[in-house]
Each structure stands twice: as structure tokens, then as C-alpha cells.
């Protein structure tokens, strides 16, 4: 059974850094398109920051030149490191895998204070 599981959310001030991780019970990882999503309270859920299976990233303008995703395949490991937090960077974030079908966590949550 496929499992995603996400750590690292916490509540931090403005200003300040997290490193969220997401380990992935999948086979071939390294054949899986990985992002990472933020839902905010009352908000659809949005795309933060995508790496593919070619190491090929991208981000939200919201994010850019303050977040980086990477991931270690041999570890089954994704990850985003959040620096210069934003109050507007508050939401459960989910950690997403995708090839042939896709999965998702159960989300960790980043609360970021003014």
C-alpha cells in the first residue's frame, strides 16, 4: 500500500524557516513526478513547487527565490525548504507523487505569524 507521509510543519513567526520532508512507501520512486500543495483555510488547494523525475523544478510566483524543493531518491524523500515565511505561507501542506495514477499525504501543517 502506497503511503505518504509529510513532517516538519510547525508555527513559526514571519521571517522565519521550515523544512518540511515527505517519505514515500512507493516503488520507483525515482519514475514519480513529485510537488508539493498548500490549502489554506476556506481555500482550494494550490501547487507551491513541483520537481519531475528529471530533477526539472518549478514554483509559484507567491514562492519563488524562497522556497526550494529537492528530493533524494535513494532515500524516497521529498522535501521543501520554506525560508523567509510569509503569514500568507499558512496552510496544510501535502506532499503529492504522481505517474500512472497519483497519491497524496495527510498534510502537515505551516502556520506563519505577523
Known amino acids: 500500500q502506497v503511503q505518504l507521509v509529510e513532517s516538519g510543519g510547525g508555527l513559526v513567526p514571519a521571517g522565519g524557516s521550515l523544512r518540511l520532508s515527505c517519505v514515500a512507501s512507493i516503488f520507483a520512486f525515482e519514475l514519480y513526478d513529485t510537488r508539493w500543495y498548500r490549502q489554506a483555510p476556506g481555500k482550494q488547494r494550490v501547487l507551491v513547487a513541483s520537481?519531475?523525475?528529471?530533477?526539472?523544478?518549478a514554483y509559484a510566483d507567491s514562492v519563488k527565490d524562497r522556497f526550494v524543493i529537492s528530493r533524494d531518491n535513494a532515500k524516497n524523500l521529498l522535501y521543501l525548504q520554506m525560508s523567509s515565511l510569509e503569514p500568507g505561507d499558512t496552510g496544510l501542506y501535502f506532499c503529492h507523487v504522481s505517474r500512472a495514477i497519483e497519491y497524496w499525504g495527510q498534510g502537515t501543517q505551516v502556520t506563519v505569524t505577523s
Open positions: 520537481i519531475d523525475r528529471n530533477g526539472t523544478v
